[in-house]
């Protein structure tokens, strides 16, 4: 199954909106589901960016105006990867789990909040995840 998903980050000024594809093995029907099929799918594609990168595939190029872009957001790289472990897929499930229960980010399909684990999702849509930016200050 493919689903569209837009991920939002708070921070960035200039596309601040990434609308993404991801093949999902499964077809969810609850959020849980939802989060732990589209961590699979991110792990499946950074381990086999990682697997290309070892195997010595091209570098891509930069544009101008991806340069120009990335220069927004205040850094300006390739999608190289640095790292040479392989993603744990149960941790990072059980993290992106932990992290939708502390209200680390939000989850809306279409414009309606996904606020519970055990809601159920359409199968349409499109699903938009916000990662929320922390504020410092005192706790009262």
Sequence with gaps: MEIKVNIKHMGKRRKSVEPRTYRLLTTPSTVR?????????????????LEGQESGELIECLTKQEIEDKAESGRISFKTLYGEKKTDLKQAQDNAIQCFEDGIYRIFQDERPLERLDEAIGQKGIFTFVRLTMLSGRVW
């Design 33 to 49: 589901e939802l989060i732990l099929a589209v961590v699979e799918a991110g792990v499946r594609e950074y381990d086999e960016r």
